[in-house]
Each structure stands twice: as structure tokens, then as C-alpha cells.
């Protein structure tokens, strides 16, 4: 936990480093935009005081970093709001996409990879493992941009962008909305999520089909639907759901590039305007808060074993 | 002695694996050569031959479950029918039991009890199993144990118990007794005998031979990939007795035969001579040793030497 | 079919995927002036013997651009994985070879990285490096080295406890001397195919984060810059300005993939059985 804290600490300070030298300068690019212009003089006053020329960097972090102890990610220039809330909003829309393609890849990545394991060079294994190679080698916008023609332009069944419909009143929209426009990306990060997964638990398979005790399991006349249930399924879920804890970081930068392309309005997207258009309170906020679930993550796989692994949680230290 | 029923007859077995070599030649490693063993109900075979001869390829070959780039040749008779892999298939885990080295052989994440009875949750398997672990002084507490949880003495007892989860005419045990004290292999050992008195069919594959002299009725001496000789352990009461110059050279490095050992290794695979594997270690060596020799009866046993 | 011998096709492999790959970069190369080419009089053409991959908006050939586009992606991505990958030696060996501290202190920075989004990583290190071509190489070489650096470390940790490494240390043999004729010919595999499987990363990395804008500028013909700009024309149909530039990406990708597994299969003295 400590430690945790600790890298998400690092985490702010490498953040925070990486825009202070930035040649980019937030005020100067923002200047002639609308955002900074509909500001007012104390709100530019209070920024130039927050990004001031000749407060030296190490004092303006801690300057930050105290309001963000206290909950004050301080104001987005671009969306003119604190940042706790652009990102509130924002984090909403994107975790129904994240949760569902986690859960999607998830399931399917480890039944396929389970699948190729059982029989290494199997026809099935081979049309598994090259289908999961490609999709691994496929940026996953193009990806979206692929779905997209097919889905929206050429059979005209789901919309083109935007997390509800454009026009329409925030009250009037319905989950059903939500959901039709949720499709095309989830489905598209869930294939992108895949991949991995899939090769992981295939690589954990085949080692545990050429282990000691499936030989024996064999030997004693279990047959390969026992072995599987009785042996493969048990040994290959621990560090499957591991890997797919650790890999939130992943279904982030995935959908960093997905909700661009589809204009969903999480926090992706959020990020890459933010990125653009200077505003480096809200590209701060976003950073950590990824951290924080990146870690997150990282945290429960670990713990996870704790609690699956009965070498770990009846016999001590042993591992 | 009456004739008894053989159970297991193997017939100039072998067993290959393809390999690269440097380069792009694809070659063919013949790991096991002209393997010949028999085995007749109620006793118990020992094949003898150093680590790392490839003794374990033999219950996999029985079993069925050799590595998929494995070449198996020579018959199996198991019963008096050609064991195919559709009678392996049937068999194994049933008729024909395997008792592995270690409990590594044994599924880290499932409990002892279920993964004895293989996952099955009815009441006859929990039983048979209940009465195996009384025969065994095992407690009831041991079966919802994982394998990491057992001691040391626990262990054996417990991998002998899932050879009896069927009906057993064959148990083949692979080097079941690694690295153990000499108190704990004559119990092990005492497993194995009580269920051949019983009247399954052994075969004890080790490369111990003072081990395999106090428990087994006969003794097959293996030599890189070849069996060399066949014989009663009695045989091995004197070195005269004996038939082959490698089976002799193991009589002398037994302790009491005063621990002399012959010079040289067994050769490797790839380099093994023409004919008898052994002649280029063997005082009576001549160049007939370099032809193929035949396995052949000499006093009640067999032997694979032109000059015994 | 002929069946070839494992060894063999794998060599095969290998040599395909080079032999395309540094062909496409050559020629992409040859090209770059001709792929800024407009001409009106044909523009928005469907793909057709003339025009392979179709024209744009401004009559410019989709295919020339294409590989123009692919041939400054493995350009940059060879030039970043190259950074990247020094770095991974570099800082693996300290970690395993300067004591506990530095140990740690790189553990944590491998940590540090690790715990950002790749993508916001790049995206707040081309911020830092003023976005553009400089953003997107450090960007790149920054977040790539890690995972090569752990299994650098991991392997140089193993060689020190290595038997012969400390025998060779009792005869007085010098440190330098270890390093180079002991565990240089030992590490060198690994890093080599490391670096070669880190090029499909680099290259897709580049891309991505060329196409949210934080890369190469929109006048270069970048794959990232090609496909952000197809999709303005996706509803009006233009499908061909999408399909063909990331179909070739991807075909790309999988070749260096293919190269570098087939050099692992290739080095790996545990595959003689396959």
C-alpha cells in the first residue's frame, strides 16, 4: 500500500516534470482561444499565479500537490470546470466501456487460449494463435476505423460517434442510447483486449498439458475434457487473472485511441484534447487518476494470489 | 514352480525422438533399442540401468503417453492381446497403474482426496478411498490436503494409494524411491511386494540396483537403450552366475563385492558403437561384438553376448 | 506441398520478412516527394490498376503514400527501439551489476513507467518534447525500454552466480574482461531479439500516437497522419483512404513480429526438437 502511494507520488512528479519543461507554454497557447477569453481576470490571475513565470517548479508542485490533497485538481482551461468534475463525468462514460471489454476479452481470451493449449499445433491452435498475432500486430484505431466503415457507414446498423445522440437533451437520453453508442467501441476494445490474453493463457497451457501431473493425470486414464476441468482450468485461471488485472493499463491506452475515433466523450478523449489544447491541469488529473487504477489493478493481482493460491494463503511464506 | 499367467511381454521395443543437429540436419536419436522384458502375475521385475538412460520412456511407452515427437517400435502384450492405444486408452489408470518418482507427479492446486479419485464425488470411489488410506495409516485429514502439505513419509504412501483406486494387474513404478534413506525404500519397497504377493505383475524401473536385489524376483539389466541381460535375483548371489560382462562389472561395484568400478561411461546415443553397446568398455570384446547379436536363453535366463 | 524442414522455413521466414521490410523502407524513401503530389485531375478515385490503392482529396496516390508513410514509421521506429533498447542494456546491467540502491532505484523508475498508460505516457512526453518528430522518437525510446531491461537484469544477475564466472573471477581475470568475453556472447541474443521484437511496438506506438496528433506534423505523409485524415472521409465512402495504409501497417508489424520469433527459434538451442 505504502509502496503504491509511494509510485503514485513519483507518478505526479514524473507527470508534472514532463509539462513543466514542455516548450509549450499553457497560457501563451491558450491565449487567443475562447476558453481564456470567457475567464475572468481573477480566474487568469489565479492561473498565472498556479503556472507563474519565476516560481521555481519544485515549489509550483508542491503548490499543486497540496490542492490535489485536498481534492482540487484545480481548473480545466479548455472545459472550464474544476477538473474533479470534467474527469467525474468523463470517467463514468469511459469505465462502462472499459468494464465491459475487460470482462468481454477477459472471458473469451481464456477460452480460446485454453482451447489452442490443449493440443500445441493443433489446427485449432493454429487458427487461434494467428488470428491472436494479427489482432496483437493491429492498432487498435484502425481497428475502429475498419468497424466503423463496415458497421456505420456501409450497413448503416449503429451510429458513427458520440456517447448519446447529438441534439438531444442530457435528460431525454435513454440507456438504450447509450448502450447502441457504447457498441462499436466496446467491441472494438474487447477485440484489441483479446489478443493478449489469449496468447498468455495459451503459453500458461501448454506448459501446464506438458507438466509432470498432467502426464500422470493421462497416465491414469483421465481424458483430455477431465484434464482439462480437473487440472488445466484450476492451474491456468490464477495467472490468467492476474494478467488481466495487470492489464488495465492497457484497456486505457486502448481506449485513449478508441473513443477518438468513435468521439466518445470519456476520459480518452478527454486526455488527448486536454494533450492538444495545453490544458495541463486536467492532463495532470487524468494522468494520476489512470495510475491510480493501473496500480489498482496491479495491487489486487497481487493480492489475488493471497487469496486463489492455497501454496500461498495455508502454507505461509512458501511459494 | 507352476507356470504363471505373463502379464506384460515387450518385444524388441524402441523408442526415437527426431532432433536438429547443427545446421538443418534433421536426425533420428534411438533412445531405447531392442528392450525385451516380460513380467508374470504375482512377481516382480526390476529394470536396472543408470540415470539418464532413458528407463522412464518405458512406462510411457506402455502407458501410451510418450512425447508426440516420439517414435515407438517392437510389440507390447499386455493379458496375451497386443496392447493397441485403443486398449492403453481403456487400461491405463485401471488395470495398468503407474507410480510416479515424486509428488511433483501430483496436481499442485487440487486436494489430495479429490485428485486421488480423480475429481469424482460419488460415494464408492470416497470409500475405496477411505479404506486404501486405513490400510495405508494415512489419517482421514490427509485427503483434504494439497500435495505441498504432505510430509515426507506421507508422500509415498500417498502416491502408492492412487495406484489402487483401480484394480491393478500391472503396477509400473518409476524410480519410486529418489534420494530417500535406506529405512524409507525398504518400505516403499514393502508396498510394492505386498501388492505383487497380492498378484499384480511389477515392474520396477530404477537404476539401484542393491535396492531392486532385496524385493524383486528378477532383474532385467538395461545398458544404453539395450537390455543386456535377464535374471533371477538369485543370480546375482555370485558373479559366475551371472551372463553379461556389464551385468558382472555392476556385481563387482556392489559394496559387498567390494565397490570396483569399470573405466569409461556409457556412451551417448549418437555415438553408439556398432553391435554391442558395451564393447568398447569390455575386456572380451572381438569383432564379432560388432554385429547384431541375438537375445538368447542361457541358463534359465537371457542374454544379449556372443560369449557368455 | 513441399514439406520443408523446420530449420529451414524458419530461415525462410526470416529472410522474407526482412527482405520486404527493408525494400518497403527503400523505396518509401525513393518516393517521399512524390507522395506530396497533388493533382486535382484525379482526385477521389476508387483503387484500380492505375491507382492501387485509389487517390485522395487532393489527387494524391494513396499507394505512393502508403509507402512513404510505412517506410518513415520503420525509420523512426528502428531509430527509437535503437534508443530504447540501449537504454534497456544500460540500465539493466547497472541494476544488476552497481548494488543494492541502484537496484532499486531502477526497479522503481521500470515501476514509474510501467504504472502510466503507454499512450498517456507518449502523450505527456511529446507534450514535454514539444510534439513533432523529437516528441515522438523520445516518446517512444522513453516508454519501450522496460521490459528488455528486466530481462537483461534478470539474465546478467543470473551469469554473475554462473559457476565459470566466478571460477574466472578467482583466476584474477579482469572485470572488463568477464564482461566482454563471458557475458557479452551470452547476452547478446537476447538483446538482439529484444530489439527486434520491440521495432513492432515502436512502429504501432508511433503510429498511434501520430494519428491523436502528438506526432509527426500533418504535412508529412505518416501513417498516423493518413489514417487521422481518412476519417473525415469515411461517411462520404472513401473507403480505400483507411483500408489499404492500415492493412499495410499491420502487415508490417506482423513481419517484424515474424522476424524476431523466427531469430528467438533460431538462437534458441531448446528448440532442437521442434
Redesign the interface.
Known sequence: MIRMLLLLFFVSVAAFTLVSVSPIDPLQANVGQAALGAMSQEQIAKLSEYWGVGIPPVERFFAWAGDFFRGDMGMSLLYRQPVTKVIGVKLVNSLWLMAIAWMLSGIVGFILGILSGIREGSLLDRIIKGYSLVIASTPAFWLALVLLMVFAVWLKVLPIGLSVPIGVEASGVTIADRIQHAILPAITLSITGVANITLHTREKMIEVMESDYVLFAKARGESTYRIVKNHALRNVLLPALTLQFASISEIFGGSVLVEQVFSYPGLGQAAVTAGLGSDVPLLLGITVISAVFVFGGNLIANLLYGVIDPRIRRGGSRA | MKEKKTVLNIRDFSVS?????R??H?TVLPVIRNLDVTVHEGEMVAVVGSSGSGKSLLA?GI?G?LPY?ATMGGEIWYDGELLTPKRQ??????EI??V?QSI???????KIGS?IR??KKDKASKARLDKIFEGYHLKEEVQGL?P??LSGGMNRRVLVS?ALM?NPKLVIADEPTPGLHMDMVRRVMSHFRELADKGAGVLLITHDLEQALEVADRVVVFYAGTTVEDAAASDFQAQETLRHPYSKALWRALPQNGFQFIKGTQPYVKELPDGCPFGPRCEYCTAECQKEIAYREVQGGRVRCVHA | MIRLNGRIKTVVLFGIAIIFLIVVTMVGAFFSEAAMVTDFSRKDLAPGARYLFGTDWLGRDMFIRTLTGLSMSIRIGILAAGVSSVLALLLGTLAATMGKAVDAAITWVIDLVMGIPHILLLILISYAFGKGFKGVVIGVALTHWTSLARVIRGEVLQLKEALYIQTAKKLGVSNAQIAWKHMFPHLYPQFLVGLILMFPHAILHEASITFLGFGLPPEQPAIGVILSESMKYLAMGRWWLALFPGLFLVLTVILFDVAGESLRKLLDPGSVHK
Do not use: C, S, W
Not at chain 2, 525422438?17 to 543437429?21: L, V
Not at chain 2, 511433483?104 to 487440487?110: G, I, K, S
Open positions: 525422438f527426431e532432433q536438429y543437429e545446421g538443418f534433421k510411457h502407458l503417453i515427437n486408452k481403456m487400461l491405463r489408470g485401471n497403474v503407474l510416479p511433483a507427479f501430483l496436481d499442485p492446486l487440487m485428485q480423480k475429481g494439497y505441498f502439505e492412487t483401480g
